[in-house]
């Protein structure tokens, strides 16, 4: 099993850019997690979706930011336009259920927004 | 509020020795406790989950302990390696079944040779 795979594994980008995060989740996994990491405020809950439809969304920051998820291998996250307080680390991540011992992250996206 | 407190925020220690990390919390109601282990630059994995009736949890070198009577949780490490020299963190989920882990800011480790 290769693990939930984030893609890019780093972004560097213009103010005023739109970003596109990556997400594939565990195969069978039925919930898939976006987080945000920064230093000063750790990790945050963006957004969850489950078998595909978003569940919660309360953390997302701002319009700026929205979510797919099209398919049960295949989710995105994006920012548009970016602006250089999204700076951080973007996590995803999947579960058989909110309560499993299988909820996995991914390697994280740094993104810098210039 | 529901919130998971961490301490201390950062801590050295020499290769071979033992160290605790704490970790409280105030959510309710409770359905489990997670330790997660974060290498610089990489996401966070899991090294134990505990739940209510659970109150500890080896997995190696690593041992989790839980009282859910006044919520409060720890992380022991035993002889510690350079290897474990990460962040820490402690997470609470609610036994609602809406998804959300409550995170702490975590523990950073630092094992010097």
């Known amino acids: 099993d290769a693990g939930v795979i984030q893609s890019p594994r780093h972004e560097v980008t213009e103010m005023g850019q739109e970003v596109t995060l990556r997400c594939k989740p565990i195969?069978?996994?039925?919930?898939l997690f976006w987080y945000r990491q920064t230093m000063m405020r750790g990790l945050e809950l963006l957004i969850y979706f489950n078998n595909n439809v978003p569940i919660d969304d309360s953390g997302m920051p701002e319009d700026r930011f929205s979510a797919k998820m099209p398919n049960a291998s295949f989710s995105t996250l994006k920012i548009q336009p970016s602006e250089p307080r999204d700076s951080a680390v973007y996590f995803c991540?999947?579960?058989?259920?909110?309560?499993?011992?299988?909820?996995?992250f991914g390697s994280g996206t740094r993104l810098t927004v210039v | 509020k529901n919130q998971v407190e961490q301490s201390p925020q950062s801590l050295i220690i020499l290769e071979g020795k033992n160290c605790t990390l704490q970790?409280?919390?105030?959510?309710?109601?409770?359905?489990?406790l997670r330790w997660y282990k974060q290498d610089t630059g990489r996401g966070p994995v899991s090294l134990t989950i505990?739940?209510?009736?659970?109150n500890t949890k080896s997995n190696g070198r690593y041992t989790a302990t839980l009282d859910a009577d006044t919520k409060q949780s720890s992380l022991h490490i035993t002889a510690s390696q350079l290897s474990d020299s990460a962040s820490y963190i402690c997470v609470v989920t609610g036994s609602s079944n809406t998804g959300k882990l409550i995170f702490g800011q975590g523990t950073t480790l630092q094992v010097k040779p």
């Open positions: 505990m739940t209510f009736s659970e």
């Open positions: 991540a999947s579960s058989p259920s909110p309560q499993s011992r299988g909820y996995t």
């Open positions: 970790c409280n919390y105030t959510v309710s109601p409770f359905s489990n």
């Open positions: 195969s069978g996994h039925d919930y």
